[in-house]
């Protein structure tokens, strides 16, 4: 068992590691989020994976599933909201990125999303 826990816990560790040299080597904003939130959050829960194999008990089972759950949860959305807030305050975003989906849908003046039915109705 004390393999197995290792393994989880060898994982967690390179999975956090990747995030953190993501979060360095990455060119904007966006991409170093998005390599802290996702290999970031697989790195915590195969930690705590880790964790709940090598304690057995059912304190420390509902202890690391609870907070597996909240930091799925939580991390995604909180990113989401930091690069919705990024792009509304005109952080500049890398060169190479080629598609901003965002772009057509966003009105500068009001900060506020339009969406294909209010474009429609609007052109009319």
Do not use: Q
Not at 13 to 31: H, K, N, Q, S
Not at 43 to 50: C, D, Q
Not at 90 to 100: F, L, S, V, Y
């Amino acid at each position: 068992m004390n393999i197995i826990c290792s393994i989880f816990m060898l994982l967690g560790a390179a999975f956090t590691l990747i995030a953190a040299i993501g979060v360095i080597r990455f060119p904007d904003l966006l991409l170093r989020m998005h390599a802290a939130t996702k290999a970031g959050t697989m790195g915590v829960g195969l930690i705590l994976i880790g964790v709940m194999l090598h304690f057995m008990s059912v304190e420390a089972t509902i202890k690391s599933l609870v907070t597996i759950i909240f930091i799925f949860m939580t991390v995604p959305i909180g990113a989401h909201m930091i690069a919705r807030a990024s792009y509304f305050i005109n952080i500049p975003i890398w060169k190479g990125t080629i598609i901003d989906e965002l772009r057509d849908h966003y009105n500068v003046k009001t900060h506020e999303l339009i969406s294909e039915h209010r474009k429609k109705v609007d052109t009319k």
